[in-house]
T-cell receptor
Framework: GAGVSQSPRYKVAKRGQDVALRCDPI?????LFWYQQALGQGPEFLTY????????KSGLPSDRFFAERPEGSVSTLKIQRTQQEDSAVYLC??????????????FGDGTRLSIL | SQQGEEDPQALSIQEGENATMNCSYK?????LQWYRQNSGRGLVHLIL?????REKHSGRLRVTLDTSKKSSSLLITASRAADTASYFC????????????FGQGTRLTINP
């Protein structure tokens, strides 16, 4: 079956522009995660959805970052008024959900965002 | 903030040798996961070990977990060039949470 799909794969934007990154999770996966990965580092958690509910957004670095998953499937991560420090790879992952148990997360190949 | 820390940060070995990577974490956990990331790609889940397990195998992979020392190790036996990648351990930030915290990873290079 299809894996997690992210688009675009690469995005270049000028400082101050708004960007939107899309994630298509595996069909039927309840949980959806966004991560930010700097070069040479591990992924850093941004936010978590269970269906359409955003249950944890503690990792969003500022109020310029906004994520949504209105119908509980596709998710969009939006960054407003981009800054150079926003340059990173943004990874989306989805998983099944089981109460009080972690399930393996399935990752997309990410969107590499470069802010000029 | 990062919960887990991998050791070593980089490892280079000859094809056919075994590779061992270690992970230490800080809080009590109910499971620990290992992931692989090839350059320019997303992470691929390798194995999940629960806190009541001490060792788990999957093909050429062997994972151990020592909850008393808050550490885990990943052993890849009979390494192949295709094993060249970065390897990350990940733990839930608190028990029962869905949020995972990843270490900085071990960059493994297998030389043919």
């Amino acid at each position: 079956g299809a894996g997690v799909s992210q688009s675009p794969r690469y995005k270049v934007a000028k400082r101050g522009q708004d960007v939107a990154l899309r994630c298509d999770p595996i069909s039927g996966h309840v949980s959806l995660f966004w991560y930010q990965q700097a070069l040479g580092q591990g992924p850093e958690f941004l936010t978590y959805f269970q269906n359409e509910a955003q249950l944890d957004k503690s990792g969003l670095p500022s109020d310029r970052f906004f994520a949504e998953r209105p119908e509980g499937s596709v998710s969009t991560l939006k960054i407003q008024r981009t800054q150079q420090e926003d340059s990173a790879v943004y990874l989306c992952a989805s998983s099944r959900w089981r109460e009080r148990s972690n399930q393996p997360q399935h990752f997309g190949d990410g969107t590499r965002l470069s802010i000029l | 903030s990062q919960q887990g820390e991998e050791d070593p940060q980089a490892l280079s070995i000859q094809e056919g040798e075994n590779a061992t990577m270690n992970c230490s974490y800080k809080t009590s956990i109910n499971n620990l996961q290992w992931y692989r990331q090839n350059s320019g790609r997303g992470l691929v889940h390798l194995i999940l070990i629960r806190s009541n397990e001490r060792e788990k195998h999957s093909g050429r992979l062997r994972v151990t977990l020592d909850t008393s020392k808050k550490s885990s190790s990943l052993l890849i036996t009979a390494s192949r060039a295709a094993d060249t990648a970065s390897y990350f351990c990940a733990t839930p930030i608190i028990q029962g949470a869905q949020k995972l915290v990843f270490g900085q990873g071990t960059r493994l290079t297998i030389n043919p």
